[in-house]
């Protein structure tokens, strides 16, 4: 079992930053994937960014590529999303999945652990 709580949503003016965090406990934490969705209201939830277990290989959704950034801390068990240049696009509420696998995977699917989320709001 892996839980995942996340942390660092809020309120952002259009072109502002905010950081994520998401800190999981139970199973090896070196040893999964991470992901990070989101989910606006009304829409499905969608793929934003994954890191593999070594932290070297990353991918990101189209629409985020150039300013949002995953990172992780095998040592604290926790991953970061580095959100930059946000738009009111963005606005949605953030969850932190995990999948013991050394591989990312872009299908919410293929992620076995989830958080709560957090909720993200950019105003213009």
């Known amino acids: 079992q892996v839980s995942l709580v996340e942390s660092g949503g809020g309120l952002v003016q259009a072109g502002g930053s905010l950081r994520l965090s998401c800190v999981a406990s139970?199973?090896?934490?070196?040893?999964?994937?991470m992901g990070w969705f989101r989910q606006a209201p009304g829409k499905e939830r969608e793929f934003v960014a994954a890191i593999g277990w070594s932290g070297d290989n990353t991918g990101y959704a189209d629409s985020v590529k150039g300013r949002f950034s995953i990172s992780r801390d095998n040592a604290k068990n926790t991953v970061f999303l580095q959100m930059n240049s946000l738009k009111p696009e963005d606005t949605a509420v953030y969850y932190c999945?995990?999948?013991?696998?050394?591989?990312?995977?872009?299908?919410?699917?293929?992620?076995?652990?989830w958080g709560q989320g957090t909720q993200v709001t950019v105003s213009s």
């Open positions: 999945a995990a999948k013991y696998s050394s591989s990312w995977y872009e299908s919410r699917y293929e992620y076995d652990y």
């Open positions: 139970g199973r090896i934490f070196s040893m999964t994937a």
